[in-house]
């Protein structure tokens, strides 16, 4: 089978945020099927919805998968499990959250899995370090570039990159 270019996005507001995202990015580059894992700038990201909970640390990864899209998203799940994240209520507080952006340019919906990621493109966390690979990828579902959808978020929340 061959590689799909995949993004993931990162992100951890609970513990030690940094040490968290590493965690991931390890754990992902361990994962067999995938190869060629590429990571953002971390972003330090005022949160959405509940400003009571800490600040998050973001990025984005790019890989080259040999998996299907389904198995990929169980690795993910897997691997937040073993970094310790509970779900409780949607946009609670995590050590780490993992989603699956893009699978190529394939667009997919059902009980499990819906991508491209349904919200990314409302949220400059997401859009702002995949810009550094990709800004002239364009969303197969809504035919923008992600450096054009990026431009059309509003200055909040704040997202600021670290040194």
């Known amino acids: 089978m061959h590689s799909i270019q995949s993004y993931i996005g990162i992100g951890s507001n609970l513990g030690e945020r940094v040490d968290n995202c590493e965690q991931a990015i390890r754990a992902l580059e361990a994962v067999p099927g995938i190869s060629s894992l590429i990571c953002s700038s971390f972003y330090e990201t005022e949160p959405i919805g509940d400003p009571n909970q800490g600040w998050f640390i973001n990025c984005v990864v790019g890989v080259a998968t040999t998996l299907r899209a389904e198995q990929l998203h169980v690795r993910l799940m897997s691997i937040e499990h073993g970094l310790g994240r509970v779900r409780t209520e949607r946009n609670a507080p995590r050590t780490i959250d993992l989603d699956l952006l893009f699978y190529g340019l394939e667009i997919i919906q059902n009980e499990t899995l819906t991508v491209p990621h349904p919200r990314m493109q409302q949220r400059k966390f997401v859009l ?18 992600i450096g054009e959808l990026l431009h059309r978020l509003p200055a909040s929340p704040i997202v600021r990159k670290m040194s």
């Open 128 to 145: 702002a370090p995949l810009a550094e690979f990709v800004p002239e990828l364009k969303h197969p579902v809504l035919d923008l570039m």
